[in-house]
C-alpha cells in the first residue's frame, strides 16, 4: 500500500504548466500537480486507502476549527492521531489532499467547479473574491471574518474550464476581488478573469506574501485584508480607464524621451535620437548609411555612459562592426586586421567601450525568421533595458521571409510592428532603408510612413573636390515628435580614420 513515505519531493515545478510549488513526486517514478491534474506515469502501485482513517474537523495552517467546521473542510487522521489528509468538499465531489501535498488519490476529479460555490448562491452579495486553491479558500474566508464569499480555483490553468461552465455565476456579482497567487500563473489567471468580466475584476495586491494562507500563518491577516480592502480597478493593459491611471499617464516622465546626437544641425532641427518612435535613414547604397549609424552608436558610448543599446549590421560580420566602433574609440582606421599594429590597444579600447556591459550586438542568421527581430527588439527593451536598437538594413530581412507574402507585404508588416513595439516599449529603433533611382525607399512606401522621423543622406560620389565627395548631407522628410523639416547638417567622413564627424565650415 502506497503512504506518504513513497513521497520524494513537494512542492516542485511542474513540468507541464510551469506553475511553481505545485507538482509531487512519488519514489516510483510518477509526479501530479495538483494545479492543472498533469500525471507523469511510474511503476503501478496502489493508491494510498482511507479505511483504517477517520475523519474529523480540526484547526490547521492558522484556520480555525469552527472555520474548517463551517465550510465542511475535513482532517483526514491516522491510527495514531496524526493528520494524513485533508477532504475539500467540492459542489460534485470531495477532493483528498494527502499532506503534505499529494492530490494523486482523486481519479477522475474534473475542475470545473469553483471551490464553496454551493455555498454561496448568484448575486448574494456586492463582492464575490477569487483565490487559487483549497487551503487558501479557508485562510481567505477567516480572514474577511465571513463577511464575504470566497470561492477558490481548483488551480490556475483550471480558469478556462471555471469560465465555461460558470460564468453567468461569475457575472452575477458587481465586483469580483482576484486573490489568485502573486506569480506567473496567478497573474495570467487574473488577467483571463478580468478579460471575460469586463470592468468589474479588481486585483488583491499581495506584495508581502504570495498566497492568502502565507499571510494567515504569518499572523498578517491585518495586511491581508488592507490588501483587499485597497484592491484596485482591473483592466486590461491595453486599456485606460480610471482617473488615477489617466493622471499616472498625464505624470509620466518625458525626460530622456531624446538624446542629443552631437550634430548640431541636426539636434537643433530634430532635438536628437528619440525613443519609443522608429527612426528611418534613407539613401541609394553607397552612401555611407552604415557609417553615420555607427557614428550615431559610438556617440552613445563616448557621451552618454548610462545608455544601453543594442546593434545589428546585416552586411557586415560582427568582428567588422566592431572595429568599426574601436577606430573611432583609437581615432584611426582598425576595421581590419590586416591594418592593426598593436594588438592590445585594440583589445584595451574594446574593453573601454564596452566594460560597463550595456552595448549589446546581435544577429538575425539567414536560417532564422526575421521576424524573430521583433522579439529581439523586445528582449533587449525589457530584459536588458537599452533605450535603442539599431539595425540595417530593413529591406535584407524581406530575403529571407518563409511565408508566402510578397517582399512589399512582408515589409509592410515589418515597419507597423516596429512602430508599434517601440511605442510599447519606450525604445528608440533606429533603421536604415534603401532607395531607389527615383528617390523613394525601395520596395516598401510605408517604411516611411510608419516611421516617426525620417532623415535622407545625400553625397555627391562623383565629386571631383575629396573632400565634397566624402561629405554626406542630412535632410529631414519627416519629423513627428518635433515638427521641422529640412537641413539637418553635414557629416564629414575621414578615409584615413573610417570614422565620421560633423562639417562645420
Known amino acids: 500500500m502506497t503512504d506518504t513515505k513513497n513521497i520524494v519531493n513537494t512542492h516542485q515545478t511542474c513540468p507541464e504548466c510551469q506553475h511553481h510549488e505545485c507538482f509531487t513526486e512519488f519514489a516510483n517514478g510518477g509526479g501530479f500537480c495538483h494545479s492543472c491534474g498533469f500525471k507523469r506515469g511510474g ?40 493528520d494524513w489528509g485533508r477532504l475539500y468538499p467540492y459542489p460534485h465531489r470531495p477532493k483528498l ?33 477569487i483565490v487559487e486553491g483549497e487551503d487558501d479558500w479557508a485562510a481567505a474566508y477567516q480572514m474577511l471574518k465571513g463577511k464575504w464569499p470566497v470561492v477558490a480555483l481548483p488551480g490556475a490553468q483550471t480558469v478556462n474550464q471555471i469560465l465555461k461552465a460558470h460564468y453567468k455565476y461569475l457575472d ?35 506584495s508581502k506574501h504570495k498566497d492568502p494562507m502565507k499571510y494567515l500563518e504569518e499572523g498578517d491577516e491585518k495586511e491581508f485584508l488592507y490588501a483587499w480592502t485597497n484592491r484596485t480597478k482591473y483592466v486590461a493593459e491595453w486599456d485606460t480607464n480610471t482617473p488615477d491611471q489617466f493622471i499616472a499617464l498625464f505624470n509620466e516622465s518625458s525626460e530622456k524621451r531624446f538624446l542629443p546626437t552631437g550634430i548640431e544641425a541636426y539636434d ?38 548610462d545608455v544601453a543599446f543594442a546593434y545589428c549590421h546585416l552586411e557586415e560580420t560582427p568582428q567588422r562592426s566592431l572595429l568599426g566602433l574601436a577606430s573611432y574609440h583609437l581615432g584611426k582606421n582598425v ?26 550586438q546581435f544577429r538575425v542568421g539567414t536560417d532564422e525568421d526575421p521576424q524573430v527581430l521583433i522579439e529581439r527588439v523586445k528582449y533587449y527593451a525589457n530584459v536588458c533595458e537599452c533605450q535603442y536598437v539599431f ?21 509592410d508588416g515589418l515597419s507597423v510592428q516596429l512602430a508599434r513595439v517601440a511605442a510599447e ?54 519629423n513627428r515628435p518635433i515638427g521641422p523639416v529640412g537641413y539637418g547638417g553635414q557629416m564629414e567622413f575621414d578615409i584615413h580614420t573610417f570614422t565620421m564627424e560633423e562639417r562645420i565650415d
Open 43 to 82: 511503476t503501478k502501485e496502489e493508491l494510498p486507502s482511507t479505511a483504517d482513517k477517520s475523519f474529523e474537523y480540526r484547526a490547521f495552517r492558522g484556520v480555525d476549527k469552527a472555520v474548517a467546521e463551517h465550510l465542511g473542510i475535513q482532517t483526514v487522521v491516522d491510527a495514531d492521531g496524526n
Open 97 to 129: 489532499r494527502i499532506l503534505p501535498k499529494d492530490f494523486s488519490a482523486n481519479k477522475g476529479f474534473t475542475n470545473e467547479f469553483l471551490l464553496g460555490m454551493d455555498m454561496f448562491n448568484a448575486s448574494s452579495s456586492k463582492c464575490l473574491t
Open 425 to 478: 516599449t519606450g525604445c528608440g529603433v533606429v533603421t536604415i532603408a534603401h532607395m531607389n533611382d527615383d528617390g523613394n525607399i525601395r520596395d516598401c512606401r510605408l517604411i516611411g510612413k510608419q516611421a516617426a522621423v525620417r532623415v535622407d543622406l545625400t553625397r555627391n560620389i562623383t565629386a571631383t573636390d575629396p573632400r565634397e565627395r566624402n561629405t554626406t548631407t542630412l535632410n529631414f522628410r519627416k
Open 335 to 360: 576595421t581590419r586586421k590586416d591594418l592593426i599594429e598593436d594588438q592590445s590597444e585594440v583589445e584595451e579600447a574594446i574593453r573601454e567601450m564596452m566594460g560597463g556591459e550595456r552595448v549589446h
Open 391 to 411: 539595425f540595417e538594413p530593413i529591406q535584407d530581412l524581406a530575403h529571407q521571409r518563409t511565408e508566402g507574402k510578397s517582399v512589399v507585404e512582408f515589409l
Open 172 to 206: 452575477s456579482f458587481d465586483t469580483i476581488a482576484i486573490a489568485t497567487d502573486a506569480d506567473g500563473p496567478g497573474d495570467a489567471a487574473a488577467r483571463r478573469l478580468s478579460d471575460a468580466l469586463p470592468n468589474k475584476c479588481y486585483r488583491v495586491h499581495m
Open 268 to 305: 537643433e532641427v530634430g532635438a536628437g535620437l528619440f525613443q519609443g518612435e522608429l527612426t528611418v535613414f534613407t539613401a541609394p547604397e553607397g552612401i555611407g548609411k552604415t557609417e553615420f549609424m555607427r557614428y550615431l552608436q559610438y556617440n552613445l558610448i563616448r557621451n552618454h555612459p
